[in-house]
């Protein structure tokens, strides 16, 4: 667990000229940056797509930019070649299993305590103390309800029920859920386009200009995350239709714009008894989102990982892997076999 004196520092580091940020990009990642951009108003956001790890092909973005100092926030992994190269002073706020760095300034609550679960927008709220709303939509995108939801609840009546006690509710049966998937759903696509909805969110004042579209920002916003779900929508449903007794669940799909952990998420709260795969065709391999609330996730993967082509890690419950496609039916036999 991080202390006050942990959220002095990261202020303390707040203050420079020119940070470079480089966030998840999920809604826990946007969260963090934008409340510590809102918090000193200079620098520039990157995104970083695709594999959770800021390694040398990042270099460039440094170079470019010029920074006197480089955030990463809810990043897996910073590679140790990464932090050599940059040449200026490298912050990195993380909530995932801690990983050994030398040369940087390390913030994980899991450092010293191995079981902590708080997400990297909470720890960036509990230094900046503002922008109550963008700390909710960053925890429960992370399926985790702050002690500060009661504030929240109470400034904001009709985005989360006093009476939702968590995640999965504020998620899937709040206004606040919708936040949310919009915060998950505009950094889909492009990445000019995702980082066009980043930027319009670093002065968005308040989440009923987006979600009563009242101003030019909110309506571009809306208008964004609404073209993403509708073919949220359509995807969910088909899988949804697919839903038989088995317990392992398994829906694969092809679609430019990857969905996984939306609709993996989404799945699970609906049938929480089911181990969930939401697989996405891309070039000759499957990329997965796993889920399961009764059994660990974690372990299975990695035993059904053993003498198939592919990878994959992430948290206890809550994975994900990319298997070749010619191996991937051996994959779910191997996890089939564990349930
Ligand atoms: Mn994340």
Same mark, same amino acid.
């Given at each position: 667990?991080?202390?006050?004196?942990?959220?002095?520092?990261?202020?303390?580091?707040?203050?420079?000229?020119?940070?470079?940020? @480089?966030?998840?990009?999920?809604p826990d990642g946007l969260a963090? $940056?934008?409340?510590? #951009?809102?918090?000193? &108003?200079?620098?520039n956001g990157v995104l970083v797509k695709t594999a959770p790890v800021?390694?040398?092909?990042?270099?460039?973005?440094v170079d470019e930019y010029s920074p006197d100092k480089i955030f990463v926030v809810d990043v897996a992994v910073v590679e140790q070649e990464f932090i050599d190269k940059a040449k200026v002073p490298v912050v990195w706020i993380d909530h995932h299993e801690p990983l050994k760095r030398s040369n940087a300034?390390? @913030?994980?609550?899991?450092?010293?305590?191995?079981?902590?679960? $708080?997400?990297?927008? #909470?720890?960036?709220? &509990?230094?900046?103390?503002?922008?109550?709303?963008?700390?909710?939509?960053?925890?429960?995108?992370?399926?985790?309800?702050?002690?500060?939801?009661?504030?929240?609840?109470e400034q904001y009546p009709d985005l989360l029920d006093r009476g939702i006690k968590n995640p999965d509710d504020a998620l899937f049966k709040s206004k606040l859920g919708v936040l949310v998937r919009l915060f998950s759903f505009v950094l889909k696509g492009k990445t000019t386009d995702a980082m066009k909805c980043v930027r319009i969110l670093t002065r968005v004042k308040?989440?009923?200009?987006?979600?009563?579209?009242?101003?030019?920002?909110?309506?571009?916003?809306?208008?964004?995350?609404?073209?993403?779900?509708?073919?949220?929508?359509?995807?969910?449903?088909?899988?949804?239709?697919?839903?038989?007794?088995?317990?392992?669940?398994?829906?694969?799909?092809?679609?430019?714009?990857?969905f996984s952990s939306d609709l993996a998420n989404d799945i699970l709260y609906r049938y929480p008894d089911k181990f969930i795969i939401i697989g996405r065709e891309?070039?000759?391999?499957?990329?997965?989102?796993?889920?399961?609330?009764?059994?660990?996730?974690l372990p299975r993967l990695k035993k059904a990982l053993e003498g198939v082509?592919?990878?994959?890690?992430?948290?206890?419950?809550?994975?994900?892997?990319?298997?070749?496609?010619?191996?991937?039916?051996?994959?779910?036999?191997?996890?089939k076999a564990q349930l």
């Open positions: 667990m991080l202390d006050e004196n942990d959220y002095a520092a990261i202020m303390s580091e707040l203050n420079c000229e020119r940070p470079l940020f @480089f966030m998840h990009d999920d963090s $940056f934008l409340l510590l #951009y809102r918090h000193c &108003r200079k620098g800021v390694d040398a092909r990042y270099l460039r973005k300034v390390y @913030f994980n609550p899991r450092v010293k305590t191995k079981s902590a679960y $708080f997400p990297a927008t #909470y720890i960036c709220y &509990r230094a900046v103390k503002q922008d109550l709303w963008i700390a909710m939509v960053g925890c429960v995108g992370d399926w985790f309800l702050p002690e500060f939801s009661d504030e929240f609840a308040s989440p009923y200009d987006i979600l009563m579209q009242r101003t030019p920002d909110g309506r571009f916003l809306y208008r964004r995350y609404e073209k993403f779900n509708s073919q949220y929508q359509k995807l969910l449903s088909e899988a949804l239709s697919g839903i038989g007794k088995d317990k392992l669940f398994v829906f694969a799909y092809s679609n430019q714009t990857s891309k070039d000759d391999e499957i990329r997965m989102s796993l889920r399961a609330r009764d059994v660990m996730v082509d592919g990878y994959g890690g992430g948290h206890e419950y809550a994975c994900g892997a990319n298997v070749k496609k010619k191996d991937f039916a051996r994959f779910v036999d191997a996890l």
